[in-house]
């Protein structure tokens, strides 16, 4: 799975291939091992010939598949994306979705009327509300056992990291001064290999910031501390969950996190994680001894400044860039979401895939609740936007459910 935007113009495959598919679509097929390796683990269906081969968190047959057969696309019986291996990217469609859409229904047993998350749905369908009287009620009588939390850059703002998008404080409109060909590639591995220093600067900037948890991460705690939070899938990079105190176990970092890191090329891990902050905060590119045996100690990288020096050995902390796999922790938990009796959505854009998939995996019948400025698309049933600053949002929340929140100053 790749945090990237789907493309939705794929030259690559026909919506009628898909149909096809629909014939060797059952229960039987996701179980289906891996053609290659026969591993249960993790497979993938080319959508051409209908071949189950896994992913390259296994042994990669899938990717062997497209490039012994030129097949493009290949969907997922893990997280229902569909992944082209010529663009190199995540793909999407109608088709794809409604495709998506029956795969939940075999594998959880789910109608599709049921199922309308985050569907592009225009007509003048009436949704069921759900109050935020029920929300307190629901929490307060402990009704809600199994509640999923997801979160995105949104909820740091008020601790000082700023969030992607957001025009003017986000950080895509700050690295304009970088001088990057576009905001995204700052986190680009192929552009990060010819130059890691924007890359350096944001993480220098974040590191310097030394952000606390504020209200929304006391309120994830709070809500495990009830016994009540089933899991908080984030995606945030930054740590301020645990620093609130949530334990590892109720956090799937989606995208990662900076307690880790490895090389980019021969992928050993980086043990001295302090030294690799000490380059960021210094301006220097931290190497891998492995892939650098001259370096001195205490990784004395000599370039500094110099953009047109290729790199041997970069290290780079265990964050997702675009195009990169995500970690296992997020495909163990993912399906998990669809037991939640309960959907808490807070501080994301959801332009990021395929974490945004998450809301598609709900029954119809879960209340969802959105804490966010504004509202990314989602439409549903018993659906409750709450709308404004999160940190007012959940600190009044907390004073409904007469819980005193640790203050964030
Ligand atoms: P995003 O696309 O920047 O969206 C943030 C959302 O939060 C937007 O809808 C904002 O309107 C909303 N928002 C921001 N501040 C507030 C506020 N105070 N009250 C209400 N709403 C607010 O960020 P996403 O998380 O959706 O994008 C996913 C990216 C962001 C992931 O890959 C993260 O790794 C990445 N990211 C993480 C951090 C972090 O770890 N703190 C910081 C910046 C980016």
């Known amino acids: ?27 039987d097929k996701f179980c289906s091992p891996c053609g290659h390796c026969s591993s249960v683990k993790e497979n993938w269906m080319c959508f051409e010939c209908k071949e189950v081969f896994c992913s390259r968190f296994v042994e990669g047959h899938m990717a062997m598949h497209n490039e012994t057969t030129r097949h493009p696309v290949a969907f997922s019986f893990s997280d229902g994306s569909a992944w082209c291996y010529e663009c190199d990217s995540y793909v999407y469609s109608n088709s794809i979705r409604e495709f998506a859409m029956k795969f939940q ?20 369908n009436q949704f069921i509300p759900f109050e935020y009287n029920e929300l307190i009620t629901g929490i307060k009588s402990k009704q809600f056992k199994k509640i999923a939390v997801l979160t995105g850059a949104g909820i740091s703002v008020a601790a000082g990291i700023p969030d992607f998008r957001t025009p003017g404080t986000g950080l895509y ?26 890359y350096y600067q944001v993480r220098k900037e974040f590191l310097l910031c030394r952000a606390k948890p504020v209200s929304a991460h006391h309120f994830i705690k709070r809500l495990n501390d009830e016994g009540q939070l089933m899991m908080n899938y984030s995606q945030n990079i930054d740590d301020l969950e645990l620093d609130a ?13 900076m307690r880790t890191a490895h090389c980019i090329d021969c992928r050993a891990v980086y ?3 302090n030294e690799f902050n ?7 590119v931290c190497l891998c001894p492995y892939c650098n045996p001259d370096i001195g100690e205490g990784n004395n990288a000599k370039p500094s400044n110099q953009t047109e020096v290729t790199f041997k050995g970069l290290i780079k902390p265990d964050t997702v860039f675009f195009g990169e796999a995500l970690p296992t922790s997020f495909h163990k938990e993912f399906t998990k979401v669809t037991e939640a009796d309960l959907v808490i959505v807070m501080g994301t854009s959801l332009k990021v895939y395929p974490f945004a998939f998450l809301l598609q995996f709900l029954s119809g019948g879960v209340p969802v ?41």
């Not at 939705?8 to 060797?24: F, G, N, V």
């Not at 229904?105 to 003048?124: L, P, V, Y």
């Not at 590892?248 to 970092?253: F, G, Y």
């Open 245 to 257: 105190g949530l334990p590892l176990d109720k956090l799937v970092q989606a995208h990662g996190h």
């Open 105 to 124: 229904e075999i594998k959880f047993g789910e109608s599709k009327q049921d199922n309308q998350a985050m569907s592009n749905i225009t007509s003048e």
């Open 173 to 198: 409109s700050r690295v304009a001064k970088l001088g990057l060909p576009y905001p995204e590639a700052v986190f680009n591995l192929d552009f990060f290999r010819a130059n890691p220093y924007p």
């Open 369 to 409: 609740v959105l804490i966010n400025r504004e509202n990314p698309g989602i439409q549903r049933d018993h659906f409750l936007f709450l709308e404004g600053d999160i940190q007012e949002i959940v600190e009044r929340i907390a004073r409904d459910l007469d819980w005193t929140l640790p203050s964030s100053k």
């Open 278 to 284: 000490k380059c960021i905060e210094e301006g220097r």
């Open 271 to 273: 043990d001295d994680i």
């Open 1 to 27: 799975m790749f945090a990237i935007s789907p493309k939705l113009d794929c030259p690559h495959y026909q919506d009628e291939q898909i149909m096809r598919a629909y014939a060797e679509f059952n229960r």
